[in-house]
């Protein structure tokens, strides 16, 4: 699997994240080495990353995705040998892009390192409804033919347990074949039956050809049964704003 390094406005297109939606407090699963949160900490939004590598290699994987540049070039070349990702001119263009994204991962996650919390869905670190808004690219669907339907299910239930308001997932095809994924509509039944409910809509960026949807959960009526409630190492690496605004009298940050 590719750890890519998406930036902040890639995340603002496939995510129709709006203004709103970035003055809430955010997860970013898997984060990878995605620019997302050093972006959105520069400009005062409230965002988290999590993902299983942060456990391993933390400040190397931004150096990691640069040094693997000649590596995934080829790959690349080979794997998009029959489409170019409509957000870069050519394959350099992409490296060129997720290099300088995560030369800014890297020099964010060692200045604020409790902002990459290492977690390997389908069991996050985090207590339930940890996060207003919980984004979640390239892996879940993406990945599906090679991490299974169970996998699917487990870490879409895992996503939307520790959202408040909503999850939203792009993109929504299979990585290796471009086609949706097969059991999409099997898994939003259910997540209908657990009270996830789910609806698709169009996005204003593709990374494969009509790959342009993202699936967004509706999590404020989801309730996680006890078996699937946080472990004990459960973690709230930083302050829970959305917590203390809510207090009486509370000042938000930047208020
Ligand atoms: C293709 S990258 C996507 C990164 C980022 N969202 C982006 O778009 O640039 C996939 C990431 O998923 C992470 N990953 C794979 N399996 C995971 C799991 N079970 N739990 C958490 N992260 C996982 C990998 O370490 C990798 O960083």
């Known amino acids: 699997m590719l750890v890519s390094a998406r930036s902040f406005a890639e995340y603002r297109a496939m995510f129709a994240l709006t203004d709103r939606d970035l003055d809430q407090r955010i997860l970013d699963c898997p984060g990878g080495a995605a620019s997302f949160v050093a972006e959105a900490g520069r400009r005062g939004i409230?965002?988290?990353?999590?993902d299983r590598e942060y456990a391993v290699h933390r400040v190397e994987l931004g150096l990691l995705v640069e040094r693997e540049s000649r590596f995934k070039r080829e790959l690349l070349l080979q794997e998009t040998a029959d489409f170019t990702p409509s957000w870069y001119a050519d394959t350099d263009?992409?490296?060129r892009q997720w290099t300088a994204n995560a030369r800014l991962f890297r020099a964010d996650i060692a200045a604020r390192p409790e902002r990459y919390v290492a977690g390997e869905l389908p069991e996050l670190p985090f207590p339930e409804s940890s996060f207003d808004l919980v984004l979640s690219s390239h892996l879940v669907f993406s990945y599906g033919n090679r991490l299974g339907e169970e996998f699917q299910r487990a870490a879409l239930l895992e996503?939307?347990?520790v959202a408040r308001r909503e999850v939203r997932l792009?993109?929504?095809?299979v990585y290796d074949t471009g086609e949706r994924y097969p059991a999409l509509e099997r898994l939003r039944e259910e997540l209908a039956g657990a009270g996830i409910g789910s609806r698709v809509e169009r996005v204003a960026y593709e990374f494969q050809p009509g790959d342009g949807e993202m699936l967004v959960l509706s999590c404020a009526g989801y309730r996680a049964p006890p078996a699937t409630a946080p472990p004990a190492t459960a973690v709230d690496p930083v302050r829970w704003r959305h917590r203390e605004a809510a207090r009486p009298g509370a000042v938000r940050p930047g208020e």
């Open 93 to 95: 263009d992409l490296i």
């Open 46 to 50: 409230d965002a988290v990353a999590a």
């Open 170 to 173: 792009f993109p929504l095809t």
């Open 159 to 161: 996503l939307a347990r």
